[in-house]
């Protein structure tokens, strides 16, 4: 069996009176009324950050609502586990990890590239010139051999969602590298900051073409990569308005064939499947043109006739509702 992000459990978060657990998605509102979900509890804060990322997207792409109406009846009454349960599997083919044919976030027909060891999905790490002139003083190379299912799928979707300048044909996010983030958040649960982050679906049908419904245009990893060797590029008409939620510029793929068992370097956890290695290849998805996505802060041109991201500013914005 595949490791599934809709009915596994892998998200950690953290209740009201300090539990912690780890939880599938679907989970998300259970005990809602007693001991709510009110954070994500990941080990590394740019994970939590990618977390709550997911979970927007996840409940705008399978249940938006069709009006304000209904949105404010999301929000005083929020859908059962039950609820969400049945809803969240409606996709749940499109989220497996691991195997042979589409997976998460990883290139659908990828079979060569360069092989590199799997801390370097994370941003920070120092890359080949800092390695071979020995300076990475701070952050230390191979202090991440090996990343448990969990980690590595929210390793792999922040790379995507905010994937920074990285060479020759190694595209940047869709809002480009490093973007800003907003995030309006609610103190009481977990449910409640998704829900305000989620938008009436009437919202979005100026924001993509509504008609691009097959699976790889909201979801990249399920056909054949736009790749870019030319400069292609993918604007916002050539998918359907939610691709934004799961945009993937990179094109890395998990060697399956190298697992190990042990302990993941990142959370500690011992796990029987850990991931230590990945393929990469140069110029996959470019995103270009008016691109507006709903968690970041746009400013107006000159022109008037679109807005335009603001770019390469790393970091995050949060509100409180």
């Not at 390695?131 to 792999?156: G, P, Q, Y």
């Not at 909201?218 to 939610?242: A, L």
């Not at 793929?253 to 697992?259: G, V």
Request: charged letters at 25%; proline letters at 6%; glycine letters at 8%.
């Amino acid at each position: 069996m595949s490791f599934n992000l809709i009915r596994d459990e892998w998200m950690p978060v953290i209740r009201q009176d300090g539990t912690k657990e780890v939880i599938a998605p679907y989970q998300l509102t259970e005990n809602l009324s007693i001991n709510p979900i009110v954070a994500f509890n990941a080990p590394r804060s740019d994970f939590n950050g990618s977390l709550i990322q997911f979970a927007i997207g996840l409940v705008q792409t399978t249940m938006a609502p069709k009006d304000k109406g209904e949105w404010r009846r999301g929000f005083t009454s929020p859908p059962s586990k039950e609820k969400l349960k049945t809803i969240f599997d409606t996709a749940s083919q499109n989220f497996d990890f691991d195997g042979d044919e589409a997976c998460f976030m990883q290139d659908y027909e990828l079979r060569d590239g360069n092989v590199f060891q799997i801390d370097k999905v994370l941003m920070e790490m120092p890359g080949k010139n800092t390695i071979e002139n020995n300076t990475d003083h701070f952050l230390k190379r191979d202090t991440v051999k090996r990343m448990c299912f969990s980690c590595c799928a929210t390793a792999f979707f922040s790379l995507q969602i905010n994937a920074p300048s990285g060479g020759q044909g190694n595209r940047t996010s869709l809002r480009g590298g490093g973007p800003v983030t907003t995030i309006v958040t609610a103190d009481d649960n977990i449910w409640h900051t998704i829900w305000l982050n989620v938008l009436p679906e009437e919202e979005f049908k100026r924001l993509g073409n509504f008609s691009k419904t097959e699976p790889r245009d909201i979801f990249p990893w399920m056909g054949p990569t736009r790749t870019s060797e030319k400069q292609q590029e993918t604007t916002s008409h050539d998918v359907h308005p939610y691709h934004m939620f799961w945009s993937m510029p990179r094109r890395i793929r998990i060697n399956f064939d190298k697992i190990e068992s042990g302990s993941c370097d990142i959370c500690g956890n011992n796990k029987e499947k850990l991931v230590t290695t990945y393929r990469s290849k140069n110029y996959g998805t470019n995103y270009g043109g008016a691109w507006i996505h709903p968690l970041s802060p746009y400013t107006q041109t000159k022109k008037g006739d679109f807005f335009q991201g603001m770019a390469n500013l790393e970091g995050s914005l949060i509100v409180t509702g």
